[in-house]
């Protein structure tokens, strides 16, 4: 039972143009958000986070919107860089629970020249 | 200031071996987590420690998985008798506090192969 879903596995954008990735989650529960870029042979690095009493959170070229009624997150890469080009993780979790975080399955950006 | 250290980043095992992953927080962390990642998976949380103390273990398998985080020292990871389903990519991430919705600190990971 996936609680997070990344339903593209793989997004192909032309520099300079905007990348959006998708997540969808389940759980009304969940109330924080977060994204996390991962190169190969690295682990995840945090990109940019978001709380559920906020619908928008933004910084520099990343954008995270929030839409609960639609249970649905996503990020905006504006604009693209050739060196954006990873693997980006969703990642949810509930205030009460502490710090467990769970993932979605990802998707591999490709930003060409 | 160094970032979350895992060793060994990669570590070979015979079926019914033990295997033993370490992580060093980052300085000033007090709060650890375990996540595995199978592959073309996201990544699965596992289990959640404070010095001395498991917080959460609800996604540690109920068999031959363990884990501690003692007073001094790295955290460990242990898995008795590895089986070929353990093959994985075991990340280890730190956080100053325990605070929901902080950021956690990923290591390199290591990637183990059972044989």
């Known amino acids: 039972d996936q609680q997070v879903k990344q339903n593209s596995p793989s997004l192909s954008v032309q520099e300079g143009r905007i990348s959006i990735l998708n997540c969808d989650y389940t759980?009304?529960?969940?109330?924080?958000f977060l994204w996390y870029k991962k190169y190969p042979a690295e682990g995840p690095t945090f990109l940019i986070s978001?709380?559920?009493?906020?619908d928008k959170n933004e910084d520099g070229r990343f954008t995270v919107f929030l839409n609960k009624s639609a249970k649905h997150l996503s990020l905006h890469i504006v604009p693209s860089q050739p060196g954006d080009s990873a693997v980006y993780f969703c990642?949810?979790?509930?205030?009460?629970?502490?710090?467990?975080?769970?993932f979605g399955q990802g998707t591999e950006l490709s930003v060409k020249p | 200031n160094a970032g979350v250290m895992q060793n060994p980043r990669h570590l070979v095992r015979r079926r019914g071996q033990e295997a033993r992953l370490r992580c060093s927080p980052m300085?000033?962390?007090?709060?650890v987590y375990w996540y595995r990642q199978l592959p073309e998976e996201g990544l699965k949380f596992m289990v959640y420690?404070?010095?001395?103390?498991?917080?959460?273990e609800s996604g540690m398998p109920k068999e031959r998985f363990s884990a501690e985080f003692p007073k001094e020292g790295p955290s460990i990871l242990r898995i008795q008798q590895v089986v070929r389903g353990d093959s994985a990519a075991y990340f280890c991430a730190s956080s100053p506090l325990g605070a929901p919705g902080q950021e956690q600190y990923f290591g390199p990971g290591t990637r183990l192969t059972v044989t």
């Open positions: 990642a949810v979790g509930i205030y009460n629970q502490g710090g467990k975080l769970i």
């Open positions: 300085k000033g962390h007090s709060h």
């Open positions: 420690l404070q010095k001395e103390n498991i917080i959460d």
């Open positions: 759980n009304s529960m969940f109330d924080y």
């Open positions: 978001i709380s559920s009493i906020k």
